[in-house]
Each structure stands twice: as structure tokens, then as C-alpha cells.
């Protein structure tokens, strides 16, 4: 007897095979089989001339879909067909979730067998796994079939309808999409803040106070908390409009004010005031689910979402972690006595509590019959066990690490808050605060820290000692210094504090994240500078248009509900064609009538969409070709008629550093606007200055007879040249990149060109970067070569000097120096390094504290592997309780029109 199983992905048949033996046959839809026509030439000729052909549903007949099996996927299908056929019975091993089980039913639908079928799912692929899916089979879920299927015909509509106007009113080619659009707003929303940002200067004291001989650590260092009892300013007093909020009752020191007060407080006598002194407890974090998955493997290594999730595609279809498409952090009693075996073993007795933890949801609807992903087995594979490399490894040991943390005791210490005070000379009541924190036990912190999106953030296993004292001691103020601050906009979005503000809002699902940051920025919408996302000014001409004519569409909390309610039809609560009805062709207040939307739009000016005031008369339109600027100025054009003097804006420059001074200086050099530098000595041909569309170039201008095809050499100008003073000698040294440096020990050419992102080195598809655009000209092949023999170092330039010089480290004998690293300043020792803390400044950085930080960070062992960490407590989200979906047996009253 012959069981022919299909799962999705051809990567599992091998392992699956294997676990199932010689009685199974185990093959792959590779995917999806079906989808709704993508084309007019996939539309079926019977459809052919229906006023819904080109949406591929039957929006006249119960939204019925017209499904079409795409042309790579045929020859997959035939294989499945001849395999069914010498088989006795299908198993349909798809993943489990949404997606998965419409890929089940569209199979079903799509093979037509014979013989009993079996729906079975897993969440890892080992043995055991399978074999107990193959011995608890279920019929498809058809609630979750109708649930994908309303949500790819409500995408459709969406992206048909909208799409169109986009095309009309904006620029051909754009699209619209039912969440990525509410992403894009929420980009373009954050520059828009950004833009409007009014900095507000504020100053403060800082104190180093001396606590005599004795104490351990003598030294402290502390902030003005109070004058005269009122608190002084800080950033988060002020709005986003520079001032302070609301009625504030505090005290705002200017520069002045500051210096004043801390002469006024030279040589006075300083006492403690208040110690107050509280448990520290840190409970650990929750396992991984898909999306705090995503945002720590950001944090941590520099992954973009769908980075992370092909990483952990991979790492599940190899059976080293389960399914890594959840929204749970529940953990199976197996995977608990998995993890709490391992703590034991690996950190003893004193490390494992006492019960199991066990962790719920708070993500609304999350699926808890699933797991949170954790490594696969019984048991688990410590990450030097699994053989593993690279990208992989390092996942791994993140989700290893996570998941035996988990189950680990809490972090205990205590922190304590001194408070110092003295009268100043001028009178004021001044006061101070310390605070500092220790970990009397490590619990979790011993196997893993989270990281955090804010650089400022503590680490949750930082610790800042305080000397023991107590009310009335008397301490000196060895260093008092007035420190001016400036508030700070909110930091653009990155991949992943994006995933977390969608999945705040309840925005989309949490499977789905990876593809729309990834479409947002595919789509041009969105483009990086750094991590950073950054909107494209096509994108606040796309949202302008939605948020006047689409405004329910955009909506957050639209979005948010739409979401609940196609979770309402996966649990069998909503009916699919009654959701489809309300947002086609809905009339009542709560449904949104797409169609009478889209045919009762007013007429939109196009040309105010695409134009942006930047002030004095000068806008920014959104063209054809990119942004540009027009000023009130006029120019003679070739025509001889006035034209607005124009200018092409860098497509690399962020919005909100399109200030109206930056406005002017482009408009000085405005595009199209070129200079003759004089003829080429060698070729005779003239050579042009120009400003472009990614900024300024020189050019040789081709004879009217050059051969067709011919292209002119261009070259960017360095960043320290300018158009109006690049001399010939210049230009014609700039044609000359790139530059051949020389060869390798292999004979591979090494040459030196200046890109977009900098100068570089390039060798076969190996490039490293270069200190300064000068080294083009001047780097020999020696120096190339040796830059080759070093390792390649990613995403960073060549390390620079010491900021500070310190002496010798008293532990380890080396020299001691202050370094500006990727997270703020640092000392080490060339061994170990060790962060300033936010209390320490580097001019004032002495010996003995450099000492006393690479002290702590020895104390917590060797540096591990991986991005440096920092923590912060992330926001509990609303939890929602759930209710268990009833099955529908997998047949359909009508399955679906195909061809």
C-alpha cells in the first residue's frame, strides 16, 4: 500500500521521507499550485468579456474566484497526478497555517483523488513529529480556507480598484495594497513629524562628587534633579514644537542660568540628602514568536525581516527549529523539560525555578494551538552540536539561547537613588540624583540579554555601582560642569521597530510583515540609509492622495478591524460573502463600498498632489523622473519662453533634510545648468560640469558622428569639490576611475572606483571600502593587496584612532584607551570593552574609572559573539481571549471557477 504525502517546500521531502520509510511516496507543490489570474492573458477564454474578467472574481455571484494554475507550476502538477494515481491514499502535509491549509484544499481541489485523503500538520520536522501527525490525522479546515480566500480577494480588490489612480494621478506603475499602504503612511507620517520638528535647548548640571576615603567606589557621578524644589528640564518636558508642555511646573536653564548656578555652587558644602534603596527583579523574556524574532535578530545582527525569515525558513526545513510562522509563545510540556534539562545541565540547580514557566499570549488572536519556535526535538542541540555556519549558526544560538532563558530563574539585585544637595552661594536649594543598580544574582542574564531599538538604553545586565552612604554624610564636588542638550525628532522607523508598530496597532498579521516592509521598499516607496527607512517623496504624494479620497481605506483602526474581522471568519463567527458584500458594495454606516468610492471620485488635480510648499516661494514636485525644485525665479528655456529655474533634488536625500536653505543651495546649481571646462588633452573632446539627478558630475561631450551606442565617461564629483570651482585638471583626473590599482597573488584585477555609498576597492565581486576618495589616485598595489589579506569587516570602515590614551590596565597589564565605537563610546584594554555609561564623558574620563568599567565587564566572563546588547522592556499588548474553531468538512458548495 503506496501513501503519497505532499507537503510545500521540495527542502523537507528528503528528511520526511526518511522518518516515513518505503510505504510513503513524499513530493512538494512547491508552494502555491493556484492563484487568481495575475493578467488579461491568464483570464480563461470563457471569462473573456465579463465586466469582472479582469479582477479574476465574480463579484455578481457570491465573489466566487477564478483560480488558474500558474504556468510554472503545470509540470509540478502532471508529476502529482501520475504519482496519485499508483497511490492508495493522500496525505496532504502542508504548513499550518492560513496559507497552508488553502494550498491543502487547492490541491484537493485541483487532483481530485480517488482515494481517502488525510490533512495532517506539524510544527518541527523530526521523526517523532511526523510520526505522530501521520498517526492524528484531520480533514481540512475549511473556516481557515475561506479566511485566506477572503483575504486574497479582498486584496484584490483593494489593489485593482485603487491602484488605477495611483497610476493616473501620480505615476504610472505604482500600487496600492491594503496593508502596505497603511505602512507607507505610517513612514511617511513619522518624516512628516520629523519635518514639522521644532529642537528645544535646555542645560543642566553634571557633578562628580567624592565620597572620601573608605568607600567603594569613591567616586560617583550624579545630574541637578532640583532648584528650590521645582525639577529642572528635561528633554521629555518639551513638545515637538520646542516648547515646554502644558503647565509644566519646572525650572528651564538656559546656558546662562546653568554656568551662573554652578559657580554659584563652587566650594559649598555638599550632604546627602536622601538614599533610598529598592529589590531589583528582572523576570525573562518570552520565547520567540515570528515578530520578536524579526526585531531581535535586527537589533542584534543587522537582519532584515525577510533576511531572518529565509535564515529560519532554513533552519526549520533542516529540522533544527519549529515552524518559525507564529504568533504563540507557548512552549510544549516537551519543549519545557527540554529547555529546563538544559539549564540544569549547563548553569545547575540554582539557576532552574523551582515550577515550569509557562507563558501566554498578547497578541490579540494569537494562535495558541501553535508553539513559539524554539529548537526542534525533544532534547535540545546546543548550538556547537548542530554543525551549523554562518548566518544559520547565529539564528540558532538566538533562538537556543531565548528559549532556555526562558525557563530560567529571575534576575535579582537592588537599586538605589541618592539624592545630594547644597545651597548655593547665590542662594538656591540645588539637588543632585545618583543612581545606581547591582545584580546580586544573574538568573536568565547568564544565557541571554535582549537588545534594544534605543542606543541610550542600559543593558539589563549593566551595573552602576554607588558608594554606601547615608543621610547627613558629607561628599565633595570634585567636578561640577553646566552641560548644554538639544530634544531630539523621533527616530525614523527601522525594519524592525516597524513590525513592532504594526503589530502595536494590530495592523496586518504577523506572518505577513516580512513581505510588506519588503514590498514598501521594492515598491520604492521606502529606501534605507542605514537602517533607517526612509520615505520617498513619491510616497507622501501617494499618501496625500489616499488620506483626501481613501481616508477609510488608510485608516489605522479600519485596518486594524478588517483584521478581526477575517479572524472572525477563521473561526466560522463571520461569513465570507458578507464580508466581501460590506466592502464592495456595502451602503450602511461600518461598510466601506469600494465600488461607489472608486466611481465617485472628484476630480483630482494632480499636478497639487505631486507639490509640496518648501517656503519663499519655492516647491518641490514629484516628477516623472524623481523629485524636483522650482523657485519663483525664471530662465529663458531652449524654446526662448520662461520657465521656472529648476532643480533636480538627490534621490539619497531624506525629506526632512530638504530644509529651505538646502532648497536655495540647489536652485544655485539648477538642473540641466552645466559648465565648459575646457577640452580633454588626450581626446580633444570637451569636458562639461554638470549638477545631475544623484548630484554633481563631470562629462565628456561625444562628437555628432560617435558610433551608435557610444556613452560618454562620467565621473561624480568628491565630496570636497563643488561646481564652480572643479578646474579641468580636476575633471580630467576624475575620468580617469576607475582606476586599475594593480592585480592579486591570483592574477585577479583589483581596481579603485568611487560608488554611491563611498570609495571602494573591487576585486571579482569582493569590494572593500576606502578611508577617503584621495586613496583612488593614491593606492598602490602593495596596499591594496594587504587590504585583501584582512579580513573583510562588514559595514565598517578601517578602525579609527583612540579618542584617549590612559595608561596601563592594572589587571591585564595592557594599555588602556577610549574608543568611538558603533554604540557610543567605550574603553578596553584590547581584551575587554566596556561602555561609558551615560554619567561618564570623555573629557573628564580618568584612569581610575576606565579601571573600574573594564573591572565590571571582566567580572561577567568572556565577550561573547554577536552585536553588542541592550535591552528594553518591550510593551505588553492587549491579550485576547480565544475561543476553539470547529472544523467544516473539507467539501464546499461550490469549490471555485478555474480553467
Known amino acids: 500500500m503506496t501513501k503519497l504525502v505532499i507537503v510545500e517546500s521540495p527542502n523537507k521531502v528528503r528528511s520526511i521521507q526518511a522518518y516515513l520509510g518505503d510505504d510513503y ?36 455571484n457570491g465573489f466566487e474566484p477564478v483560480y488558474v494554475v500558474s504556468a510554472d507550476k503545470k509540470s509540478q502538477i502532471t508529476k502529482l497526478k501520475k504519482l496519485l494515481k499508483e497511490a492508495d491514499e493522500l496525505v496532504l502535509a502542508t504548513d499550518e497555517d492560513r496559507e497552508g491549509e488553502a494550498i491543502a484544499w487547492h490541491l484537493l481541489d485541483e487532483l481530485k483523488p480517488k482515494v481517502p485523503v488525510k490533512r495532517i500538520v506539524f510544527n518541527e520536522i523530526t521523526k517523532e513529529a511526523i510520526q505522530r501527525a501521520i498517526a492524528q490525522p484531520r480533514d481540512v479546515d475549511m473556516d481557515l480556507v475561506d479566511a485566506q480566500e477572503t483575504r486574497r480577494i ?20 505604482l500600487s496600492a495594497g491594503r496593508v502596505q499602504s497603511v505602512a507607507t503612511r505610517l513612514v511617511v507620517e513619522r518624516e512628516r513629524e520629523r519635518m514639522a520638528f521644532v529642537p528645544a535647548s535646555y542645560w543642566d548640571l553634571e557633578a562628580t562628587f567624592d565620597a572620601g576615603e573608605g568607600h567603594d567606589p569613591r567616586r560617583f557621578g550624579a545630574k541637578i534633579a532640583s532648584v528650590d524644589g521645582k525639577r529642572v528640564a528635561s528633554g521629555s518636558n518639551f513638545g515637538p514644537d520646542g516648547k515646554l508642555k502644558g503647565k509644566a511646573d519646572v525650572v528651564h536653564l538656559d546656558e546662562a542660568a546653568a554656568g551662573a548656578l554652578a559657580t554659584a555652587l563652587e566650594g559649598r558644602e555638599f550632604a546627602v540628602r536622601s538614599v533610598e534603596s529598592k529589590p531589583y527583579t528582572r523576570r525573562p523574556y518570552a520565547p520567540f514568536r515570528t515578530t520578536t524574532l524579526q526585531q531581535e535578530a535586527s537589533r542584534k545582527f543587522g537582519f532584515g525581516a525577510q533576511r531572518t525569515m529565509s535564515v529560519a525558513q532554513r533552519l526549520y526545513e533542516g529540522g533544527y527549529i519549529t515552524y518559525m510562522r507564529t504568533d504563540s509563545v507557548t512552549l510544549s510540556q516537551t519543549a519545557i523539560k527540554a529547555a529546563r534539562a538544559q539549564v540544569k545541565e549547563l548553569y545547575g540547580d540554582s539557576y532552574l525555578p523551582e515550577k515550569p514557566r509557562v507563558y501566554t499570549g498578547k497578541v490579540k488572536n494569537a494562535q495558541e494551538a501553535h508553539e513559539a519556535i524554539r529548537p526542534a526535538g525533544e532534547s535540545f542541540r546546543t548550538p556547537k552540536q548542530t554543525g551549523l555556519s554562518g548566518d544559520e549558526f547565529r539564528l540558532y544560538e538566538l533562538i537556543w539561547k531565548r528559549t532556555v532563558a526562558s525557563q530560567m530563574r529571575d534576575a535579582q539585585g537592588d537599586q538605589v537613588t541618592i539624592r545630594v544637595g547644597a545651597q548655593a552661594s547665590s542662594g538656591e536649594d540645588v539637588v543632585f540624583h545618583a543612581s545606581g543598580r547591582t545584580i546580586t544574582f544573574y538568573g536568565f542574564l547568564k544565557a541571554y540579554v535582549e537588545s534594544s531599538e534605543d542606543p541610550d538604553a542600559a543593558d539589563d545586565d549593566q551595573q552602576t555601582k554607588l558608594p554606601v552612604l547615608s543621610e547627613g554624610d558629607q561628599v565633595t564636588a570634585v567636578d561640577l560642569e553646566a552641560a548644554g542638550h538639544q530634544t531630539k525628532p523621533p527616530a525614523r522607523y527601522t525594519e524592525a521597530s516597524l513590525i513592532k508598530e504594526l503589530e502595536d496597532r494590530e495592523i496586518g498579521r504577523p506572518s505577513t510583515y516580512a513581505s510588506i516592509v519588503n514590498t514598501i521598499q521594492n515598491r520604492g516607496y521606502v529606501y534605507k540609509k542605514g537602517t533607517a527607512l526612509v520615505p520617498a517623496w513619491i510616497a507622501f504624494s501617494v499618501v496625500r492622495l489616499m488620506e483626501r479620497h481613501f481616508g477609510r481605506l488608510i485608516s489605522y483602526d479600519f485596518t486594524a478591524e478588517l483584521e478581526d474581522v477575517l479572524d472572525e471568519v477563521s473561526h466560522g463567527r463571520e461569513d465570507r460573502v458578507a464580508v466581501l458584500e460590506s466592502f464592495w458594495a456595502g451602503e450602511d454606516e461600518g461598510s466601506t463600498g469600494l465600488k461607489r468610492l472608486v466611481e465617485s471620485l472628484p476630480d483630482i488635480d494632480a499636478r497639487e498632489i505631486a507639490t509640496f510648499d518648501i517656503g519663499e516661494g519655492i516647491h518641490l514636485r514629484v516628477g516623472r523622473y524623481g523629485p524636483y525644485l522650482e ?92 561646481l564652480d570651482t572643479i578646474t579641468l585638471e580636476d575633471a580630467v583626473k576624475l575620468l580617469t576611475l576607475p582606476r586599475v590599482v594593480g592585480t592579486d597573488e591570483d592574477g585577479t584585477e583589483i581596481t579603485a572606483q568611487n560608488g554611491r555609498y563611498g570609495p ?25 593587496r594587504a587590504i585583501y589579506a584582512q579580513p573583510k569587516s562588514y559595514g565598517r570602515r578601517a578602525a579609527k584612532p583612540p579618542l584617549k590614551e590612559l595608561g596601563e590596565d592594572p589587571t591585564s597589564g595592557r594599555p588602556i584607551v577610549a574608543k568611538d565605537g558603533r554604540f557610543g563610546t567605550y574603553v578596553t584594554d584590547g581584551e575587554y570593552n566596556a561602555t561609558l555609561r551615560k554619567d561618564d564623558d570623555i573629557e573628564s574620563l580618568t584612569h581610575e574609572r576606565a579601571v573600574e568599567l573594564l573591572a565590571e565587564r571582566r567580572a561577567k566572563g568572556p565577550a561573547k559573539k554577536g552585536a553588542k546588547k541592550t535591552a528594553k522592556k518591550s510593551t505588553a499588548k492587549k491579550s485576547a481571549a480565544k475561543k476553539s474553531a470547529a472544523k467544516k468538512s473539507t467539501a464546499r458548495k461550490s469549490t471555485a471557477k478555474k480553467s
Do not use: C
Not at 25 to 39: A, C, E, K, N, Q
Open 25 to 60: 511516496v513524499v513530493d512538494s507543490s512547491v508552494g502555491h499550485i493556484r492563484d487568481l489570474p495575475r493578467g488579461a492573458d491568464q483570464v480563461p477564454e470563457k471569462y473573456k468579456g465579463k465586466s469582472w474578467a479582469r479582477l479574476g472574481v465574480d463579484i455578481d
Open 154 to 173: 479582498l486584496d484584490r480588490l483593494y489593489g485593482y480598484e485603487v491602484s488605477p489612480v495611483l497610476w493616473k494621478k501620480v505615476m504610472s506603475g
Open 631 to 722: 523657485g519663483p525665479e525664471k530662465t529663458t528655456g531652449k524654446d526662448g519662453t520662461e520657465q521656472p529655474v529648476r532643480a533636480n533634488v538627490p534621490e539619497d536625500l531624506p525629506p526632512d533634510e530638504l530644509t529651505l536653505e538646502k532648497a536655495r543651495e540647489l536652485l544655485a546649481n539648477p538642473a540641466g545648468a552645466e559648465r565648459e571646462l575646457g577640452e580633454h588633452p588626450e581626446t580633444g573632446l570637451m569636458i562639461t560640469a554638470k549638477n545631475g539627478r544623484f548630484g554633481p558630475y563631470v562629462t565628456e561631450q561625444l562628437p555628432d558622428d560617435a558610433p551608435k551606442g557610444a556613452k560618454p565617461r562620467t565621473a561624480s564629483l568628491f565630496a570636497s569639490m563643488d
Open 760 to 784: 571602494y576597492l573591487k576585486k571579482g565581486t569582493d569590494s572593500r571600502s576606502l578611508e577617503s576618495e584621495e586613496q583612488l589616485f593614491t593606492l598602490t598595489e602593495e596596499q591594496a
